[in-house]
């Protein structure tokens, strides 16, 4: 296998699969109905947990670059012909507002083997959907935990091994899963953006056309990532067994609470305030 696969397997991947093991195991001596299923949404749950320091950190480095981007356009219009001068501002900028430019990034890169981790236990637990249970339990560190060949794939009528891609041997109900991940990876690119840029009779000149860059910039990142992702992993849960979806799904409802919690609705926000007006019966309004 490689060192590198030796070490992926001690610090990640044995770790993540014996977690696993052991809430299976513990929900199946309690006889609790689709006990896969809920080990699958208990484990990632407990992911999520680990890394929420960790994205918490990315969600306000992305922000704080956000709020830094009319800034950052100014430069460039500044120094577009010097380069070298730009850096330096770019730097200087950076550092008034305490701002780490690769702070968004490392955070997702910790994350990165922990998610593959998940994704290779899950992967190798669900029956019919290529998995090894020999693997798995090649990796326990209690041979009491050991799984037997089978597992009962069920969660409450579904077959956790079973693609969306199936539906025409399954039933057609299986395309909602791919649509509800699209909907939910759609609602947390969206806050991911800033809040809508607000116009105002009192801007300057320099404000609206500073504004009016930050739109710009904003409407091809809109394209890019709020309206592609969504159909990226739609598609992918579409082709992978359901139990993924069951984590994919679980992990983005988490993401969105946590990216309310420390960002509010971001580009979500003239959505969120047309549904609060509409639950109220009031008119809407574009200030919040």
């Keep these: 296998m490689g060192f590198i696969g030796d070490f992926f397997n001690l610090i990640f991947l044995g770790p993540v699969i014996n977690v696993l093991v052991l809430i299976l195991q513990g929900l199946l001596s309690l006889n609790i109905p689709g006990a896969l299923g809920f080990s699958i949404i208990i484990l990632t749950v407990l992911i999520r947990f680990l890394v929420w320091p960790f994205m918490a950190s990315q969600i306000k480095a992305t922000k704080k670059m956000a709020d830094l981007k009319p800034h950052l356009s100014a430069l460039k219009e500044k120094h577009k012909n010097d380069k070298q001068a730009l850096a330096q501002a770019q730097m200087a900028l950076y550092k008034e507002h305490g701002v ?30 290529g998995g090894h249970i020999d693997k ?12 037997p060949s089978t597992l009962d794939p069920n969660f409450f009528g579904l077959n956790l091994g079973v693609k969306p891609s ?10 909602l899963i791919p649509l509800i991940t699209a909907l939910l990876t759609f609602i947390q690119s969206k806050m991911a953006l800033p809040k809508p840029v607000g116009h105002y009779p009192s801007d300057s000149p320099k404000e609206a056309k500073e504004k ?11 394209s890019q990532m709020v309206f592609l992702m969504p159909l990226m992993f739609g598609y992918l849960v579409f082709t992978f067994p359901i139990g993924l979806a069951f984590y994919w799904n679980v992990y983005t409802i988490l993401g969105i609470v946590q ?15 047309r549904i609060k007006n509409l639950k109220l019966g009031a008119p809407f309004r574009s200030k919040i």
């Excluded at 798995?136 to 799984?147: A, E, R, S, T, V």
């Excluded at 009016?212 to 809109?222: D, I, Y």
């Design 166 to 175: 199936e539906f025409g041997k399954y039933g057609l109900f299986l395309l």
């Design 259 to 273: 990216q309310h919690r420390v960002s509010g609705w971001g580009g979500m926000t003239d959505l969120a305030v």
């Design 212 to 222: 009016e860059g930050l739109e710009e910039s904003m409407g091809q990142v809109q």
């Design 100 to 129: 780490n430019p690769m702070g968004g990034c490392l955070p997702a890169i910790i994350q990165i083997p922990i998610f593959f981790a998940l994704y290779q236990a899950i992967i190798n637990i669900l029956p019919g959907a």
């Design 136 to 147: 798995i339990n090649n990796l326990l560190y209690f041979p009491q935990l050991k799984l």
